[in-house]
């Protein structure tokens, strides 16, 4: 059912498939746990869960933990967590490269043995220096032709905790002449005194990233590993080491163009700072463009996933347009999520006739108007489906003699083409229930509208009114029935359209990316458990809060408006 998809990666893989070059496609998402995952992964994830899905294969979550001093037990939970949200499933247990510390730590050796790796003891700032640049070749560091003996004892040194950090560090020896700068003699193996999170302190050494991730990937059986563009220079690295080591089966590591959209950071270092300083409420504020914020924001994990399949997968990079994303997420609302009436700024309606039109209800409604009257609470309970598709159920809503309608939806000085109520069009229908006249506003000292008073025409429930069209349906919530609540909305986190070309972070933040309403919601709304999502009728749709939503005070986060002129 699914059209064939054609990207660069998927072909190379199903060609391998179609030579038989493997018995089985082993890809893997390799996080560093020093963060919450953000929108550029979703992309990562989903292609790397993606082809493993499509071609019988499996996908490793793998978290590159060489460098503890920023990573954390919170984030690799928080990671784990993420992906499965997303709906993917990885091969086994969560993988490790501190848990092949000590094979890796083997294979150092290994290649100080083979003459391939020597401890320097030059200082990070000679060392840098001797690197040379691109038109000057580097100079060799006085240790690159020492013994294999003095190395491997200088290694154990090191592992030893016999060195300061910055004091030696283990560098392959391949080429300080190569015009690729990352095959000058790069750092292998490096002092931390810092404990580790899953090893504790047994090391004080630790494995430098590229090093650690193509012999974890070796090591793993990994067949295709999938890296974003700026890793193509290190992909000689990459297979050096593995050749070095000798591994029948190398992975073969491939490279795609990473995910940036307008208004969007990227950038868990960036995030990070956005958390620390108390910009936002969390990684998961709902203005995050991380996973965690997203969820709760409302956004649907098949929203993201058709977000990233639209992307696509190419060698190109670009900055994807935000609306994109909103489209996706919007189509994936349209046909899951229930509709009920909020009014967002309310107004309030005071029906004259409310007893009189009500008390012929019974024998005027139409066919189609379910409902009941509830003489207690002088209510009429409507009862609506609560979706065009009526598998999706059905509640009452009441209707009462005061209502709330949008400040928005009444204007005493209307502008051209305004369609709804003025003094000069008083009748517009309210949603599921009578047609109602507006016979007079009332002003407060400023002349701002505070409150209406009308009528209903009792022949209206369900029915046409009589010899006039009227045009037009609002929303409405009873005002005595109707639930207070917070509803907040959002704008982009960020007015500028890149906003990690600010050098000040502060300076590309959009000072109203979060307004925060008090509405009235019909009571099936209070009602509804905490991430339940729906349409607000005419407003956009919108999700009860995760973390602050409650029935005594309902919190509602806006997911994304109704609609858009933007057109993928
Ligand atoms: P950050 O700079 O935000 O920490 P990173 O690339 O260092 O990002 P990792 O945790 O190392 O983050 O990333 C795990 C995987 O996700 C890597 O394979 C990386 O290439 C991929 N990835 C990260 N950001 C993006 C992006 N914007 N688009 C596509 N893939 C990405
Ligand atoms: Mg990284
Ligand atoms: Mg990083």
Same mark, same amino acid.
């Given at each position: 059912k699914d059209e064939q998809k054609n990207d660069f990666i998927r072909n190379i893989i199903r060609d391998d498939v179609k030579a038989q070059k493997y018995p089985q496609i082993v890809t893997r998402f390799p996080p560093e746990p020093n963060g919450y995952l953000h929108l550029g992964h979703v992309k990562s994830i989903c292609l790397n869960f993606g082809v493993a899905e499509e071609f019988g294969g499996v996908c490793n979550l793998r978290?590159?933990?060489?460098?503890?001093?920023?990573?954390k037990q919170d984030y690799i939970d928080n990671i784990k967590n993420d992906v499965e949200w997303l709906g993917f499933e990885w091969a086994g247990e969560a993988h490790h490269a501190s848990g092949y510390f000590d094979q890796l730590y083997a294979w150092a050796v290994q290649l100080i043995e083979q003459g391939d790796a020597y401890v320097d003891l030059q200082s990070p700032e000679q060392i840098k220096e001797n690197r040379g640049s691109f038109n000057e070749a580097g100079t060799a560091s006085p240790?690159?032709?020492?013994?294999v003996e003095e190395n491997l004892k200088l290694f154990n040194d090191m592992k030893e905790g016999k060195f300061a950090e910055g004091k030696a560090v283990l560098r392959a020896?391949?080429?300080?002449? #190569?015009?690729?700068?990352?095959? *000058?003699? $790069?750092?292998i193996y490096r002092v931390m005194h810092q404990e580790h999170?899953?090893?504790?302190?047994?090391?004080?050494i630790y494995p430098m990233y590229d090093f650690a991730h193509p012999l974890s990937d070796a090591l793993e059986g990994i067949t295709h590993s999938l890296c974003t563009l700026e890793f193509e220079d290190h992909r000689p690295f990459y297979d050096w080491a593995v050749e070095k080591v000798g591994f029948d089966v190398p992975p073969h590591q491939y490279e795609f163009s990473r995910l940036n959209v307008d208004h969007t950071m990227t950038s868990k270092r960036k995030l990070k700072q956005l958390v620390d300083e108390h910009i936002? #409420?969390?990684?998961?504020?709902? *203005?995050? $463009?991380?996973i965690a914020g997203m969820r709760r924001r409302g956004y649907t994990p098949e929203g993201l996933r058709d977000f990233c399949e639209r992307v696509g997968v190419t060698k190109v990079d670009s900055v994807v347009d935000f609306r994109l994303l909103e489209f996706s997420i919007r189509q994936s609302l349209e046909t899951t999520t229930a509709r009920a009436m909020a009014v967002l700024k309310p107004l309030k309606v005071t029906i004259t006739n409310f007893a009189e039109a009500v008390s012929s209800w019974e024998s005027q409604k139409a066919d189609s108007v379910n409902a009941r009257w509830d003489d207690d609470a002088q209510t009429l309970w409507l009862t609506q489906p609560n979706?065009?598709?009526?598998?999706?159920g059905e509640r009452e809503i009441p209707f009462t003699e005061t209502l709330y309608i949008d400040q928005?939806?009444?204007?005493?000085?209307?502008?051209?083409?305004?369609k709804r109520l003025s003094p000069e069009k008083p009748e517009i229908r309210l949603r599921n229930t009578y047609v109602l006249a507006v016979t007079e506003h009332i002003l407060d000292d400023a002349g701002n509208v505070v409150g209406l008073k009308a009528t209903i025409d009792p022949a209206t429930l369900g029915n046409n009114p009589e010899g006039r069209k009227v045009k037009g349906v609002i929303h409405w919530v009873s005002a005595s029935q109707g639930v207070p609540a917070t509803v907040r909305m959002y704008e982009q986190?960020?007015?500028?359209?890149?906003?990690?070309?600010?050098?000040?972070v502060h300076q590309a933040l959009?000072?109203?990316s979060l307004t925060e309403l008090n509405a009235v919601v019909e009571p099936s709304l209070a009602n509804a458990a905490a991430g339940t999502r729906f349409q607000f009728e005419r407003e956009g749709y919108f999700i009860a809060d995760t973390a602050d939503h409650s029935r005594d005070k309902p919190v509602f986060n806006q997911i994304v408006s109704l609609r858009d002129s933007y057109k993928p």
């Amino acid at each position: 059912k699914d059209e064939q998809k054609n990207d660069f990666i998927r072909n190379i893989i199903r060609d391998d498939v179609k030579a038989q070059k493997y018995p089985q496609i082993v890809t893997r998402f390799p996080p560093e746990p020093n963060g919450y995952l953000h929108l550029g992964h979703v992309k990562s994830i989903c292609l790397n869960f993606g082809v493993a899905e499509e071609f019988g294969g499996v996908c490793n979550l793998r978290f590159d933990d060489t460098n503890p001093t920023a990573e954390k037990q919170d984030y690799i939970d928080n990671i784990k967590n993420d992906v499965e949200w997303l709906g993917f499933e990885w091969a086994g247990e969560a993988h490790h490269a501190s848990g092949y510390f000590d094979q890796l730590y083997a294979w150092a050796v290994q290649l100080i043995e083979q003459g391939d790796a020597y401890v320097d003891l030059q200082s990070p700032e000679q060392i840098k220096e001797n690197r040379g640049s691109f038109n000057e070749a580097g100079t060799a560091s006085p240790q690159r032709d020492a013994s294999v003996e003095e190395n491997l004892k200088l290694f154990n040194d090191m592992k030893e905790g016999k060195f300061a950090e910055g004091k030696a560090v283990l560098r392959a020896k391949i080429d300080m002449a #190569s015009p690729n700068m990352n095959m *000058r003699d $790069p750092v292998i193996y490096r002092v931390m005194h810092q404990e580790h999170h899953q090893t504790g302190d047994k090391w004080c050494i630790y494995p430098m990233y590229d090093f650690a991730h193509p012999l974890s990937d070796a090591l793993e059986g990994i067949t295709h590993s999938l890296c974003t563009l700026e890793f193509e220079d290190h992909r000689p690295f990459y297979d050096w080491a593995v050749e070095k080591v000798g591994f029948d089966v190398p992975p073969h590591q491939y490279e795609f163009s990473r995910l940036n959209v307008d208004h969007t950071m990227t950038s868990k270092r960036k995030l990070k700072q956005l958390v620390d300083e108390h910009i936002v #409420s969390g990684w998961d504020d709902p *203005r995050m $463009p991380t996973i965690a914020g997203m969820r709760r924001r409302g956004y649907t994990p098949e929203g993201l996933r058709d977000f990233c399949e639209r992307v696509g997968v190419t060698k190109v990079d670009s900055v994807v347009d935000f609306r994109l994303l909103e489209f996706s997420i919007r189509q994936s609302l349209e046909t899951t999520t229930a509709r009920a009436m909020a009014v967002l700024k309310p107004l309030k309606v005071t029906i004259t006739n409310f007893a009189e039109a009500v008390s012929s209800w019974e024998s005027q409604k139409a066919d189609s108007v379910n409902a009941r009257w509830d003489d207690d609470a002088q209510t009429l309970w409507l009862t609506q489906p609560n979706h065009p598709n009526v598998d999706m159920g059905e509640r009452e809503i009441p209707f009462t003699e005061t209502l709330y309608i949008d400040q928005g939806d009444y204007e005493i000085e209307p502008p051209a083409g305004y369609k709804r109520l003025s003094p000069e069009k008083p009748e517009i229908r309210l949603r599921n229930t009578y047609v109602l006249a507006v016979t007079e506003h009332i002003l407060d000292d400023a002349g701002n509208v505070v409150g209406l008073k009308a009528t209903i025409d009792p022949a209206t429930l369900g029915n046409n009114p009589e010899g006039r069209k009227v045009k037009g349906v609002i929303h409405w919530v009873s005002a005595s029935q109707g639930v207070p609540a917070t509803v907040r909305m959002y704008e982009q986190l960020f007015s500028v359209e890149d906003p990690s070309s600010v050098a000040d972070v502060h300076q590309a933040l959009n000072p109203d990316s979060l307004t925060e309403l008090n509405a009235v919601v019909e009571p099936s709304l209070a009602n509804a458990a905490a991430g339940t999502r729906f349409q607000f009728e005419r407003e956009g749709y919108f999700i009860a809060d995760t973390a602050d939503h409650s029935r005594d005070k309902p919190v509602f986060n806006q997911i994304v408006s109704l609609r858009d002129s933007y057109k993928p």
